[in-house]
C-alpha cells in the first residue's frame, strides 16, 4: 500500500550535498517524490510503502552528508499525488516565514577534489577553484539564503556545458554544489606588484619563487587576505614584522602536512586531528627544542607555535610546486621543507583585507606582491584558532571553519542581538534556540574596526532573517559596541540590556552547556566593569538564568598609572611591593620609578582591580619576566611557559589567604619578590599556588550554596597550566566542572552570554 509524507529537515542541510543524497536515497528505495531548498531547510514529498518510508526517516539522518548538521525532522501524513519518479525540485522561498536554516561554515578542499587537483589528465588539473558539495567555501561566497548560486559571489561565473553537466546531474557529487566551476568558466588567478601590474608567468609558480626570495606575498585565501613570507628566513620574517608594525606578537606558519611540523612542534594524535580536520584552524602546538632555532623570530619567547595546514587549493598549490609538480596524491603525506608564515592581512589592528581594491591600497608598503583572484569575499572571516585544554579542544578565536555554525541553547526565547564587548570583539544573534556567534571582528580601537561589527551586524541579520527583538552590550558605557547598542536599539525601537562584563562570561559557559539552573562561576580576565564603576577581573558568582550575584573576588591591587599598568607589569609589580610595605624595593628594581612610587603613596591615578590578569602581570613583573609587554597577555603567556617548561610544582604551604569572600594572593607575590628567585621554579609554584588558592576557595562556596556545579570563564582559563590543575581540585572533590569548549573562555564568547542573559531577561 502506498502512503506519502511531507518532510522538512532543518539545521546546515543547504550547500551540502543534501538534496543528492535525499535523491540517491530515494532512488534506491525506489521512492517517488520530490525535494527542494526553502527558507526553512530542506522540504521532501515522498511517496513509497510504508516500511520504504521508515528505512527512508531513518538513513535521513543516519547517512547524511559529512557536512550536515540536522537539528530537526518533521514528517507529516500527506496526500497521494501519483508521481512518477523523484525529483530535485526548484528551491522554494515562502513569503512570510521566518528562515529556519542557515549556511555552513568554510572548509578545507576534501580528498576527493584533491585527487583531481594533481591529476594530470583531469580537467580540473592545478584549478584553483576546485571545490564540491564536501568542501569550499560557504559562509564568505554568500549573500543571501536560500544557497542558490545566484546567490553567492560564484554568480558573475556562468557554467560551462561540462560543469553544467555535472552541476545537473544528481548522481555527481557536484549537484548543485553552487561554487562549482573549472578552468573554462571559473574565476581566475593573477599576480600582481606592488605598483598594481601583472607579473607574467604562471601565478602560483611566480608567487612560490617571490616568497623563496625572501619577499612578503599578499595571498587571497577565503575570509580574506594572509600575509606570507618564507617562515626559515629570518630576514623576510623580520622584514613582515617591521611592514606590519607587529614587534613581537607571535606568526602562525603554514606548513605542507602534519610530518612536515616534526622537527618543529609536538604533534600528538589529538592535534593531528584538529590540524588535518575539515575546518584546518590554527592549532597551537609545543615547540621543540630546535623551533626557535630554525623559525627566528615566528613566536619569540613563547613555548607555543601556531601551526595550520593548507586549507585553499591555492596553498595546496604553492606546496605543489614546491614538491615539483608531482602527479597524483602520494606526496601529500610525505614532509616538506616549505614553512609559510601566514598572517592576517590587516596593518594596525584593521580588520582582514577582503578585497583586491582594498589589498591594492591597504596593503601598500607592506606586500612585494599580492596573489589575488576574480571571486568576490562577501563576508571577511578570519581564522580560527584553537589549542588543546585537557583531552578537549578550546578556542582561542573561533572564526573561519566554525562560523556561522549554531550553538545549540536549552531554551528558545526571542531574538536577541548581542554585541559583545571592546576587545576580541564578536557579535552573537539568536534565533529561537540557536545562538550564532560572528566570525571575529577585533579590538574595536580604529574606525575601520568599528564599521566592520556594523558591517556584521547587517550581514548577519540579513543572512539569518531575522529581526532582533532585544538588544545586549557591556556595562561599559564608553565601549563603541555599547554605543552602537543603544542607537540600534533607539533606531527600532526595542529594549536594550546592560549585562555585566563577569555574568557573561559565566552565562556562555552555562549557554553552551545547556545549563538554565543555577551554578557557581569563577570569571577571571584581565578588566571588566563591575557594578558601581569598580574594576573587576577576579570573581566568584553565582548565576541563574538571568539573576547573577557576586559571592567575592580577588584582594584587589592598585592599577598605577590606569590603563597604562595593563601594558606595562613592572607597574603591577611595584604595586605588589607597595601593598607588601616594600617601596624601597621599588626604586631599587627601577631607579626612574620614584613618580610611581609617590602615585601610590598618595593613591593618585591608581584605582584598584581585582583583576586576575593583572595579578599575572604583576608576577611577571616581580620576576623580571616582561617589564613592558608588546601585546596584550604577553608577560602571563611567557610566565605559563616558564611553569609548562619547569612541571608540576607543589604550592607554597602559605601562599594564599581567604578572608570572608576575599581571596588575597599577596603572600605568594612575596615569594616572587625573594632575591634570587629562580623564574621556571617560581612561574610553576605561582600556577599551583593560585590553582589551589581558587579550589579551596571555590569549594568553601559550593558548602555554603549546596551548588556542585562550577563554570569557569574569562580569558585567564586559556591559561592551560591553571586551568588544568584547578579542574583537577575541583574535580578531585565531586565538583562539575565547564569549560569553555564552543566558544571562546576570553571576550571573543562574551556576546554569546549577553544574549543568554538577555533571552531570560523579563521586561
Not at 606592488?194 to 617571490?210: C, F, K, W, Y
Not at 532582533?468 to 543603544?486: C, K
Not at 592551560?720 to 569549560?739: M, Q
Amino acid at each position: 500500500m502506498t502512503i506519502a509524507h511531507h518532510i522538512r529537515v532543518t539545521g546546515v542541510v543547504q550547500g551540502v550535498g543534501f538534496r543528492p543524497f535525499v535523491w540517491r536515497l530515494a532512488q534506491e528505495l525506489g521512492l517517488v517524490g520530490w525535494v527542494r531548498n526553502d527558507s526553512q531547510g530542506v522540504d521532501i514529498t515522498v511517496e513509497g510503502t510504508k516500511a520504504a518510508l521508515d528505512i527512508f526517516a531513518e538513513r535521513l539522518r543516519a547517512d547524511a552528508p559529512p557536512l550536515a548538521r540536522i537539528d530537526s525532522i518533521t514528517a507529516l501524513e500527506a496526500p497521494i499525488h501519483g508521481h512518477s519518479s523523484f525529483t530535485i525540485a526548484e528551491s522554494a522561498i515562502p513569503r512570510g516565514l521566518q528562515a529556519n536554516t542557515s549556511i555552513g561554515p568554510d572548509v578545507a578542499t576534501c580528498p576527493e577534489c584533491l585527487a583531481e587537483l594533481f591529476d594530470p589528465a583531469g580537467r580540473r588539473w592545478r584549478h584553483a577553484f576546485i571545490t564540491c558539495t564536501h568542501c569550499g567555501p560557504r559562509y564568505t561566497v554568500t549573500r543571501h539564503l536560500p544557497y542558490d548560486r545566484p546567490q553567492t559571489s560564484l554568480a558573475p561565473f556562468p557554467l560551462c556545458p561540462d560543469c553544467e553537466r555535472e552541476y545537473t546531474n544528481p548522481a555527481d557529487r557536484r549537484f548543485h554544489a553552487e561554487t562549482t566551476c573549472c578552468p573554462a568558466c571559473g574565476p581566475r588567478v593573477a599576480l600582481r606588484d606592488a605598483n598594481g601590474g601583472t607579473i607574467d608567468g604562471d601565478p602560483i609558480a611566480a608567487a612560490l619563487a617571490l616568497l623563496q626570495g625572501g619577499k612578503i606575498v599578499a595571498l587571497k585565501g577565503l575570509g580574506g587576505f594572509h600575509l606570507a613570507c618564507d617562515a626559515r628566513n629570518a630576514e623576510a620574517v623580520a622584514r613582515l614584522r617591521q611592514r606590519k608594525n607587529r614587534e613581537e606578537k607571535p606568526f602562525a606558519v603554514m606548513v605542507a602536512n602534519a610530518a612536515s611540523l616534526a622537527d618543529l612542534a609536538v604533534v600528538g594524535d589529538a592535534e593531528r586531528a584538529l590540524l588535518e580536520g575539515r575546518e584546518s584552524p590554527v592549532v597551537l602546538l609545543r615547540k621543540t627544542p630546535a623551533c626557535d632555532a630554525t623559525l627566528a623570530g615566528i613566536a619569540p619567547g613563547i613555548a607555543w607555535l601556531g601551526a595550520m595546514l593548507p586549507t585553499t587549493p591555492i596553498h595546496f598549490l604553492l606546496f605543489h610546486e614546491a614538491a615539483g609538480r608531482p602527479a597524483g596524491t602520494d606526496w601529500l603525506p610525505s614532509a616538506q621543507p616549505l614553512a609559510l608564515v601566514m598572517t592576517s592581512a590587516n596593518p594596525g589592528g584593521e580588520p582582514i583585507v577582503r578585497d583586491n581594491d582594498e589589498a591594492a591600497t591597504r596593503l601598500a608598503g607592506i606586500a612585494d606582491a599580492i596573489l589575488d583572484h576574480d571571486r568576490a569575499i562577501v563576508g571577511r572571516c578570519d581564522d580560527s584558532v584553537l589549542r588543546l585544554a585537557g583531552n578537549a579542544p578550546q578556542f582561542i578565536r573561533r572564526s573561519r571553519g566554525f562560523t556561522p555554525t549554531a550553538i545549540r541553547l536549552p531554551r528558545s526565547g526571542p531574538s536577541v542581538l548581542a554585541l559583545g564587548g571592546h576587545l576580541k570583539n564578536t557579535v552573537c544573534i539568536t534565533r529561537g534556540d540557536e545562538a550564532f556567534l560572528s566570525p571575529h571582528v577585533g579590538d574595536l580601537d580604529n574606525a575601520a574596526t568599528c564599521s566592520f561589527l556594523e558591517e556584521t551586524v547587517a550581514r548577519m541579520i540579513d543572512l539569518l532573517e531575522i529581526q532582533p527583538e532585544r538588544v545586549a552590550h557591556d556595562l561599559h558605557p564608553d565601549f563603541f559596541s555599547t554605543r552602537f547598542a543603544l542607537d540600534f536599539a533607539g533606531r527600532h525601537g526595542i529594549p536594550a540590556l546592560p549585562v555585566q562584563h563577569h555574568a557573561a562570561h559565566i552565562a556562555a559557559v552555562a549557554a553552551e552547556h545547556g545549563v538554565d539552573e543555577p551554578l557557581l562561576g569563577l570569571a577571571l580576565d584581565g578588566v571588566g566593569l563591575g557594578t558601581g564603576g569598580g574594576i573587576w577581573g577576579g570573581e566568584l558568582l553565582r548565576l541563574d538564568r538571568a539573576d547573577w550575584q557576586r559571592l567575592g573576588h580577588l584582594a584587589p591591587l592598585p592599577l598605577p598609572g590606569g590603563d597604562r599598568a595593563a601594558r606595562e607589569p613592572w607597574r603591577m609589580a611595584a604595586a605588589a611591593l607597595h601593598r607588601l610595605g616594600r617601596n624601597d624595593e621599588i626604586a631599587r628594581r627601577w631607579p626612574e620609578s620614584g613618580p610611581l612610587v609617590q602615585m601610590l603613596e598618595r593613591g593618585l591615578n591608581c584605582p584598584e582591580t581585582s583583576s586576575a590578569g593583572r595579578l599575572f602581570d604583576a608576577a611577571a613583573g616581580l620576576l623580571g619576566i616582561k617589564p613592558v609587554a608588546a601585546y596584550e597577555g604577553q608577560a602571563a603567556m611567557l610566565l605559563e611557559g616558564l611553569a609548562e617548561a619547569h612541571g608540576p610544582a607543589e604550592p607554597w604551604a602559605n601562599g594564599y589567604r581567604i578572608d570572608g569572600n576575599t581571596l588575597d594572593f599577596l603572600p605568594a607575590l612575596s615569594h616572587l619578590a625573594a632575591p634570587g628567585a629562580d623564574p621556571t621554579q617560581a612561574a610553576a609554584q605561582f600556577h599551583a599556588t593560585v590553582a589551589a588558592g581558587l579550589a579551596e576557595w571555590t569549594l568553601a562556596a559550593t558548602r555554603t550554596t549546596g551548588l556542585r556545579r562550577v563554570a569557569l570563564g574569562g580569558g585567564c582559563f586559556l591559561n592551560r597550566n591553571l586551568s588544568a590543575a584547578l579542574r583537577r581540585h575541583l574535580e578531585d572533590a565531586g565538583i562539575e566542572v565547564l569549560e569553555a569548549r564552543l566558544a571562546p573562555p576570553n571576550d571573543g564568547g562574551l556576546a554569546l552570554g549577553q544574549a543568554w542573559i538577555a533571552l531570560q531577561t523579563e521586561f
